[in-house]
Structures are given as structure tokens and as C-alpha cells.
């Protein structure tokens, strides 16, 4: 499985943690340490699998762009012809 899979996993059991805990809430009553204890916790590992989610999708490596192949021909000198030399000044010119 990958990285992403094995979170979202993680999520789906998180999410019935979560809705377990809110039925207990119910039965129980949320006045109790005990309760509270449990409810804190289940939202402590919702945020801490959302980090780690941020964590995976800022290390993945990145997709390589496509590599663009470029010909050893000499390319058609009419190309350059009204161009001048950039960084260098005009033909007809001197450099200062």
C-alpha cells in the first residue's frame, strides 16, 4: 500500500473512533473525566493524522517534467538575421 492509502485507511478508522465516542457521549453523559479524556484523545489523533497528510503530500518526490530533446543540427541561420547580439550591442557598433 502506499503512503496514501495507509492514511486514508487510518482516516476511515478514525472516523468510526469518532462516531463510537459520540455514541458512548450519549449513553454516558459528557460530564464525566473519563469521556472527556476519550473524546480529547480521538481529536488529538484526527489532527495528528492531518499532519502527518500535510507531512506526506510536502515530501513526495515531485514528477519529473517530460524531457525535451533537443537535435544536434545547426539551426537555420535566417532565424537570426534581425537580431542583434544580446548583451553585446548592435553589428554596426563598438562597446563603450
Known amino acids: 500500500m502506499s503512503v496514501n492509502d495507509d492514511l486514508t485507511s487510518v482516516q476511515r478508522c478514525l472516523d468510526d473512533l469518532h462516531r463510537s465516542v459520540s455514541r458512548l457521549e450519549q449513553q454516558l453523559g459528557t460530564g464525566g473525566l473519563d469521556i472527556r479524556r476519550v473524546r ?38 535566417s532565424l537570426w538575421i534581425d537580431t542583434d547580439d544580446e548583451g553585446l550591442g548592435a553589428r554596426d557598433r563598438h562597446a563603450p
Do not use: G
Open 40 to 77: 480529547t484523545d480521538c481529536d488529538h489523533l484526527r489532527e495528528s493524522v492531518a499532519l502527518l497528510r500535510t507531512a506526506a503530500a510536502a515530501s513526495a518526490p515531485q514528477k519529473r517534467p517530460d524531457l525535451v530533446t533537443i537535435p544536434d543540427t545547426p539551426y537555420d541561420d
